[in-house]
C-alpha cells in the first residue's frame, strides 16, 4: 500500500537507512534529522521532510523548507516554500512518486502556511515545468499558489 507522509521522529531510521543508497544527495546524521523529522505543522517556519513508503518501505522522499521572506510583489505575505533534498530509489523513479511529494507539500503549503509561491532549484526543469513550475532566473524556478 502506497502512502504519502510528513515524517515524524519515528521515520528517523528509516531515513537514515534510506539516506545510505548510492546517489542520495545529500549527508544524513540523525542530530539533524530531529529537525527535519520533526512532524510539527508547517505554520511553525520550519524544515520538513516527506516520504512515500509502499508498505513498510521508504521509496522516495522531498525537503521542504517553510520560510519567511521580504514582501515584495510576487508574495505579499512574504511567506515562501523551498523544494530540496529530493530523491526516489532508482528502480522506482518515473512511477509519480515525487509527483504525490509535491502535491502533499503544495496542499500544506497553502492551507498551514499560506506560502504566495513554492521554489526550487533547476535540477530537473522537465519535472518542475510539467507540474507547473515556471523559471525565474537561472538557478530558481517557482510556481505562484
Known amino acids: 500500500m502506497i502512502r ?5 521522529s519515528e521515520n528517523i531510521d528509516d531515513l537514515v537507512e534510506f539516506s545510505k543508497q548510492d546517489g542520495f544527495p545529500y549527508a544524513v546524521d540523525r542530530n539533524m534529522l530531529k529537525e527535519y523529522c520533526q512532524g510539527a505543522d508547517p505554520i511553525k ?5 516527506y516520504g512515500v513508503y509502499d508498505d513498510d518501505h521508504l521509496i522516495s522522499v522531498m525537503t521542504a523548507t517553510y520560510q519567511k521572506v521580504f514582501f515584495h510583489p510576487d508574495s505579499p505575505s512574504g511567506n515562501i516554500v523551498h523544494i530540496s533534498g529530493a530523491y526516489t530509489v532508482p528502480q522506482r523513479r518515473s512511477q509519480g512518486y515525487g509527483t504525490l511529494l509535491l502535491n502533499l507539500i503544495t496542499k500544506e503549503a497553502k492551507e498551514y502556511f499560506k506560502a504566495d509561491y513554492i521554489c526550487c532549484d533547476t535540477t530537473n526543469v522537465p519535472y518542475f515545468s510539467k507540474n507547473g513550475f515556471v523559471p525565474n532566473n537561472e538557478d530558481r524556478m517557482w510556481k505562484q499558489l
Open 4 to 8: 504519502t507522509i510528513r515524517m515524524k
Open 45 to 49: 517556519m520550519c524544515v520538513q521532510t
